[in-house]
């Protein structure tokens, strides 16, 4: 009476291969059945050379070992540099150790909870190493959040301190009532840069800018105060597991409210060996510079910069994104050899003169992901850099990579296939495997939600039992992404399950209808919605930024009818000055139901 539990091999710490599966008695004695290698796993064929199909998810002990390693590897090389001002791998290891022994100082132990709100800044870096080192878990949260949102983070994480730049400090003062954190740090942006712009730059934010609204939080310590305190008393080594929760990672929440998504250690190492494996034949140790554009608490630019600490690169910090000119500056500056970002941010760098006007001699790789990258967009950048965009498919609760492109292949609306040590099923009606589709003509009946499993794969959603048995079933996660898988493995996404609108029956999905407008002259930006109708349901409704203002909606109506069939063709079109996004550049769909 054996119990099959289905577990893959590499579910179990200091076991990689997927080629094994895991028996149980009834007494609990665990066994290991070695099976034959699953024949549909079609996509290695389409690995480069060199790729491994598996990774080692317990190559390092923890997340903090992999500071560590280029610290003691490239002590002298710049890690982190920000406005100017850089961080040496040694220096960074020496901070984080100072970090965790204050956290440990205040009486907080291994497991509780640290919330970390601010940009890409030294502090970020120095905050999230500093709390794992500690043995403690991080609480990303988005600095643009509303009190409201702050204190629903607060109070579903429990965590009992945060991390704070002061720039955001009043929005936490109404947001503490009622959460269990005791213990504020507050920080400016100009911390941790020498004395004199250190000065000179906190001076301008507060004084010059008016950035630091007023803010009473008597309990505040200033970071230098909270490194100075920890660096004398002193810091106690904690023994990390790496089955150890590192992140509460809480979702987007680009379509309802956000849940923590449990991350290991584990999870986000085996991810950055996954990444790492797949990007990995053109780097070189100590060598490459990363533009970190996108948020460090987003989970697709955090893995990217774990990756990169990895073969100690530097990683150029990037505070405020939304300045393209300043971000034009600083790549030129730089002459970055790897850009990580999103369709929108590739899309105003290429319209940016200073950008323009670079010789990219230097550009080994530009990943993009959060959201599909549009033709348009991949082809201007092709041109422009010499560089192609390796898109990218990932999700928090998969810490986060899924899928690649092979490195420097065109775009060809797909996400390539799954990393190494990756499972990928296309799943239908009763959980039911599609498998491949055969040829172009039978997409419709292949097409399914993608569903994955891999050591990268959460643990579950922080304290909501239910929603993770929603998504999980049978040690896969089920994405709510739509798509199908061709006959090499390539995985190519249609729409979200809840963005797929419904007119009249027929499946609409959005990123179609807003690639076809987004190739339209003067268009400048588009995001589509469903809204509901009398006569079919739901119909298309298209929310555009216009590049030339003579655009009208029977224009887009028109060039429309060219390519798509007529139930797809947007009946509701509403033209604005701006999108709204996400801060990592995602179009807010539930957002663009109610602009007029």
Known sequence: HLKYKGQPRWAAPGITSPDTEILTLPSGRIFALHTLPMTDRIWYNAYPEGVPHEIDPDRFASLPAVLDESARKFPDRAGYSNMGVNVTYSQMSALTRDFAAYLQSLGLVPGDRVAIMMPNLLQYVVAVFGCLRAGMVVV?????????????????????????????????????????????????????????????????????????????????????????????????????????????????????????????????????????????????????????????????????????????????????????????????????????????????????????????????????????????????WKAQTGSNILEAYGLTECSPGVCGNIPNAPWDGSVGVPLPSTEVSIRGEGFRDLGCCPDEAQIPEYTGEICVRGPQVMQGYWQKPEETANVMRDGWLRTGDVGYMNARGVITITDRMKDMILVSGFNVYPNEVENVIASMPGVLEVGVVGVPSAKSGETVKAVIVRKDPAITADDVKKYCRTQLTGYKIPHVIVFVDQLPKTAVGKILRRELKDLQ
């Open 140 to 380: 990303n949260v988005n600095p643009l959040y509303t009190a409201r949102e702050v204190n629903h983070t607060l109070r579903d994480s429990g965590a009992k301190a945060i991390v704070i730049i002061e720039n955001f400090a009043r929005t936490l003062e109404k947001a503490l009532p009622d959460t269990p954190c005791r213990h504020v740090v507050t920080t400016a942006v100009g911390d941790l840069f020498p004395f004199v712009k250190r000065t000179l730059v906190n001076f301008v934010v507060r004084r010059i800018k008016k950035m630091v609204p007023p803010y009473n939080l008597p309990q505040a310590v200033r970071f230098n105060d909270a490194l100075a305190q920890g660096r004398t008393a002193g810091f106690k080594p904690h023994e990390i597991r790496n089955t150890d929760i590192a992140f509460l990672q809480y979702t987007g929440g680009t379509t309802g409210v956000s849940k923590g998504a449990i991350l290991t250690h584990r999870n986000v190492i085996a991810n950055l060996q996954q990444v790492g494996a797949w990007i990995s034949s053109t780097f070189r140790e100590g060598e490459e510079v990363v533009m970190t554009a996108l948020p460090l608490y987003h989970i697709f630019s955090l893995t990217a910069t774990l990756v990169f600490t990895q073969w100690a690169a530097t990683m150029v910090l990037i505070t405020n994104p939304r300045d393209i000119d300043g971000l034009a500056k600083e790549c030129v500056k730089w002459n970055f050899s790897v850009i990580i970002g999103v369709n929108t941010l590739f899309a105003a760098l290429l319209r940016n003169e200073t950008f323009r006007s670079h010789r990219f001699t230097r550009l080994k790789m530009t990943a993009g992901g959060g959201t599909q990258v549009q033709r348009t967009v991949a082809e201007n």
